[in-house]
């Protein structure tokens, strides 16, 4: 009886972990979202909302450090259970960049909301809604512990880099047109790098979740691939 | 005489983790240095190998990634072993990141080789001899388990954003001051973001060295304090 009183209590532990990263991924997800959202309405009420959540996920993140700590200290758990763990560790760094990042975004987007608005950057919002669904995707593969959704998300960071690109000359474009567009325009740049770099990071989660299904990295090499001699125009995509 | 041999290959692990940890800190380290002097000295050469040298970096971090999760299976560690394990996990991903920085330093590097030098932008260069200072001490404070020289490290990130930001504003007032610095600045302003950032990964090492140290995580709020309507024009040093 005790045992499997024990036994019950680790599935239960487990799953608490996996609830814990399934929460912290909707609220990083809720977050992206707002931030977006804030950019594009011009809402400054919801960027400084975004701005105060923030400190939510940094304590979830605290949470599942502390709790994968004691679980692999009373638990002792071995394969798919350890890969799990150690995922869920891994994960929740991620998630707390990627609402870390979306912070950054609606702070941003209060300060463009006291300047002027520049020409319709249309494409701001389109990389938003584009990154927007990849995390949630690579949530969902989390959730459901599905591989094959997980390399399909792998493999669309290379969209988000070529439209990350596209954007970048687009806003430099503007700047060397009227230089009065300059301040709004690095401030969207760095909007897009933030965007860009939370595609990153659901990129690395899905890493993640193909090593805790298989067992085994993914194998070929990140489709973000590095040259050793770039093309000049290519390099404003990678981090 | 299993159980002593038993032993000694457990702290033999143990060290060889902290080896690999240590090597991957100097790599990551080495090639700070190295971007930052390409930078300086228009030195296309040295960007090229930097570039290539990240992979080196990136497999360190597979290998302390599989052993970990080996250590943790087959030595189910406790205490501060098991703190320690988890801490190398975490500072590995850090300077994967550090290293990633560096190289994209190095990139922008080679792109503003094949354009004329701007003013001469003193800002960059000593930014980055700051945080490779900061880069050294925390990996220090690693090897030696140190715990107050952790804290100093982690209380310098003040001093990182503040001159980020003086750097921000005066590549702003080149840029207002003639289009024809546009795309040069821009390239500045992500390297020293890139700089900066690599500041705030050295800063997580040092809160995870005080963790495996001390066992509680470092109690006052990060010194980069998020507030909830920051002064704009304060908001170019958050990532």
Redesign the interface.
Same mark, same amino acid.
């Given at each position: 009886m005790t045992r499997e009183h024990t036994v019950r209590s680790y599935d239960e532990e487990l799953s608490h972990l996996t609830n814990l990263i399934a929460r912290m991924g909707g609220l990083a997800e809720a977050q992206l979202d707002g931030a977006v959202q804030a950019l594009i309405k011009r809402d400054s009420d919801l960027a400084?909302r975004v701005?105060?959540a923030?400190?939510k996920v940094d304590e979830i993140e605290?949470e599942v450090h502390g709790f994968?700590?004691r679980l !692999?200290?009373l638990r &002792?758990?071995?394969?798919h259970d350890?890969?799990m763990i150690?995922g869920a560790?891994?994960i929740s760094?991620d998630l707390e960049r990627i609402a870390?990042?979306a912070?950054?975004v609606a702070?941003?987007a !209060?300060?463009l909301n &006291?300047i002027p608005p520049v020409k319709p950057t249309a494409g701001v919002p389109r990389l938003g809604r584009l990154v927007q669904e990849i995390v949630k995707e690579v949530l969902d593969a989390f959730v459901e512990q599905d591989n094959e959704k997980a390399v399909k998300v792998w493999k669309q960071d290379e969209e988000v880099d070529d439209m990350y690109t596209g954007l970048f000359r687009e806003l430099?474009t503007y700047?060397?047109e009227d230089?009065r567009n300059?301040?709004a325009c690095?401030?969207l740049?760095?909007i897009a790098?933030?965007i860009e770099r939370i595609g990153d990071h659901a990129t690395n989660i899905a890493e993640t979740i193909h090593f805790l299904v298989q067992g085994t990295?993914i194998r070929e090499s990140r489709p973000k691939g590095?040259s050793?001699?770039?093309d000049?125009s290519q390099?404003?995509k990678?981090?």
């Open positions: 400084s701005i105060a923030d400190s605290q994968t700590v !692999l200290a &002792q758990p071995v394969a350890l890969r150690v560790l891994k760094g870390d990042y912070a950054n702070k941003r !209060l300060v &006291q430099i700047m060397m230089p300059i301040t690095i401030h740049m760095f790098k933030n990295p590095e050793i001699l770039p000049p390099l404003a990678d981090n």
